[in-house]
T-cell receptor
């Protein structure tokens, strides 16, 4: 099965800096990866996704990078804002099942 | 659109009691799923459904039942609650499968004493 983990459980950055959250996965057959943001007391909220036939995908202030050789993906947040403070989860899998990592708590300091 | 609605938001059960967590979506999504989230853990898949009448087990299905009689509703039943089922439960729906954007409900915080 899939195992998805994060390199660091917490990340603290200064407002305006760029943030990078990393994630590793184990199943080479995984063909879909997704990042979610979860604020305290709320359900996860979609940020960005990427399929295995891509290396990079950009959204508004966010970029996801996928390195299939080392089974690693990362989420980059540009110009981090206080509203970005939350727990970030990566998830990977295929059509019917996703496996989530344990999450990284991002704290943005003013 | 309300999106994904879960009820109740909070529940306390005694060991051995049964209950149903409700989940409804109004987006006409085919794929629905239930996750549990424990402290310091990611979300773990309990059961999922790819359409009305079709359900399947996820990573941690023991102690839970589901059914999908309509596209809109996907209830999760706890047959005989145990303290190990104390958790926050999230229902999610997505257009066709797990590999598209999922919309999550606000969660049900369940405590089994």
């Amino acid at each position: 099965g899939e195992s998805v983990g994060l390199h660091l459980p917490t990340l603290s950055v200064q407002e305006g800096d760029n943030s990078i959250i990393n994630c590793a996965y184990s199943n080479s057959a995984s063909d879909y990866f997704i990042w979610y943001k979860q604020e305290s007391g709320k359900g996860p909220q979609f940020i960005i996704d990427i399929r295995s036939n891509m290396d990079k995908r950009q959204g508004q202030r966010v970029t996801v990078l996928l390195n299939k050789t080392v089974k690693h993906l990362s989420l980059q947040i540009a110009a981090t804002q206080p509203g970005d403070s939350a727990v970030y989860f990566c998830a990977g899998g295929s059509n019917y099942k996703l496996t989530f990592g344990k999450g990284t708590l991002l704290t943005v300091n003013p | 659109n309300a999106g994904v609605t879960q009820t109740p938001k909070f529940q306390v059960l005694k060991t051995g009691q049964s209950m149903t967590l409700q989940c409804a979506q109004d987006m006409n999504h085919e794929y629905m799923s239930w996750y549990r989230q424990d402290p310091g853990m990611g979300l773990r898949l309990i059961h999922y459904s790819v359409g009305a009448g079709i359900t399947d087990q996820g990573e941690v299905p023991n102690g839970y039942n589901v059914s999908r009689s309509t596209t809109e509703d996907f209830p999760l039943r706890l047959l005989s609650a145990a303290p190990s089922q104390t958790s926050v439960y999230f229902c999610a729906s997505s257009y066709q499968s797990a590999n598209t954007e999922a919309f999550f409900g606000q969660g049900t915080r369940l405590t089994v004493v």
